[in-house]
């Protein structure tokens, strides 16, 4: 199931399920992977930033790639982002041989101008093999590195091998219009858009052509809702979900600490063993959790899956 430019619906970004001593939950990890197959997610995105990628050893980052990609049916996509070729060659070849989908590689910080930004994806796409389908992280607020419309499709046009963008630049809902508007003059061949940010945005990058999501939150079957539902045109009940749900999302945004609201509430859904998170981490304080269960408690006034009792 090698990744293809029809992507649609939600990706989800899998957190990495860790016991309290900092080993890898493997038991934590099979619930996880069903509860995304019976949430009805269309694939799964492994070791990412929010995956605590960076504090796996090579090993590790291996083998739970292939242990969630022999649990599922659905394409697994992994994150091989490195600082040298070198290692990002060697991941990529392991997850590949693995079974994964295709890997998913973001700039580094050192970039500058528009033509290094272009100029690195060629280099990591024959780095990597030109057979092997990868997608575009691009995160400015994270990564630092701004990627024009311009420079996307010069990316591309250059690599055909470039299959999805993850798009998670903020403000971004004119950049997808401006890319789906290459697409319609014909000068760009048509890729997936699937939108991060915690979905912070969905609702109305949906409505400006994205394909779906690549993302996270505690309740990502509520995206697959999100997604199902502005795809047939119900406009109104994918707003209203959404709504409903937005101020914990807006909650789990807060930098440095969304990951542990996310695996809290995780946790708390009978999907996690445990919150813990490899060190360093951050951990919620007594405060942060009452404020997550009020909010938990507001929302399941109008969605049920957060009646957690």
């Not at 590790?60 to 049916?73: D, Y």
């Not at 990868?134 to 055909?160: C, T």
């Not at 630049?169 to 004119?174: A, F, I, K, T, V």
Request: aromatic share 6%; glycine share 10%; with cysteine.
């Amino acid at each position: 199931m090698l990744l293809t430019s029809d992507a649609r619906g939600v990706y989800v970004i899998a957190p990495t399920p860790f016991q309290p001593d900092g080993r890898i939950d493997e038991a934590s990890a099979d619930r996880m992977a069903d509860f995304f197959i019976a949430s009805g997610v269309s694939g799964i995105t492994v070791l990412g930033q929010m995956g605590e990628a960076p504090k796996l050893d090579r090993q590790e980052a291996v083998s739970l790639a292939a242990h969630i990609i022999r649990r599922v049916a659905v394409p697994v996509v992994a994150g091989v982002s490195a600082p040298g070729f070198a290692a990002m060659r060697a991941l990529t070849q392991a997850v590949m041989d693995a079974g994964a989908a295709g890997v998913m590689i973001a700039p580094p910080s050192s970039l500058r101008t528009d033509d290094q930004i272009v100029s690195y994806y060629a280099q990591a796409a024959e780095a990597i093999g030109a057979d092997v389908p990868f997608v575009i992280q691009d995160y400015p607020l994270s990564f630092g590195v701004v990627m024009s419309p311009a420079v996307i499709r010069r990316i591309v046009a250059e690599n055909p091998s470039c299959r999805v963008l993850k798009h998670e630049d903020w403000p971004g809902l004119e950049k997808i219009s401006a890319l789906r508007g290459f697409e319609r003059d014909g000068t760009m061949r048509h890729i997936a858009i699937l939108c991060g940010n915690g979905g912070l945005f969905l609702d109305f990058e949906m409505e400006r052509g994205a394909d779906g999501a690549m993302t996270g939150y505690c309740f990502p079957d509520m995206l697959v809702d999100v997604v199902r539902l502005s795809e047939q045109g119900q406009r109104e009940a994918a707003h209203d979900l959404f709504d409903a749900h937005l101020p914990l999302i807006r909650y789990e945004q807060q930098p440095g600490a969304g990951l542990a609201v996310r695996k809290y509430v995780l946790m708390r859904r009978g999907i996690l063993g445990s919150d813990a998170q490899r060190k360093p981490g951050a951990t919620l304080s007594a405060a942060a959790r009452a404020e997550v269960e009020y909010l938990l408690t507001r929302l399941a006034r109008r969605d049920d899956r957060a009646a957690l009792g």
